[in-house]
């Protein structure tokens, strides 16, 4: 889940990639409206190591995070005027 607590509306550019090989597993963009939040579909096909990216232009915020995540995992991203902040559950 991403949500958006900057006062306007941003594109996200979404980048995860997998660890073990390097490979982008999913690069996406979502326009998210102020105070809002997308919940992506779950694009991570197995449990493994992960490098979460997220950037917004609009906003001049950006983050990325490492995670081990597996089919139960639930992450969330926000994106806030002091960058972007990670939290799994």
Do not use: C, W
Request: proline share 2%; hydrophobic share 35%; aromatic share 4%.
């Amino acid at each position: 889940m991403i949500n958006n607590e900057l006062n306007q509306r941003i594109t996200a550019n979404i980048d995860i990639t997998r660890m073990s090989d390097m490979r982008v597993v999913m690069r996406t963009d979502r326009s998210i409206g102020a105070e809002e939040t997308t919940k992506l579909s779950y694009p991570l096909e197995e449990a493994g190591e992960y490098r979460i990216q997220i950037t917004a232009q609009e906003g001049n915020v950006g983050g990325e995070t490492t995670v081990f995540v597996d089919e139960s995992a639930v992450i969330h991203a926000t994106l806030n005027p002091d960058g972007v902040s990670f939290e799994t559950r």
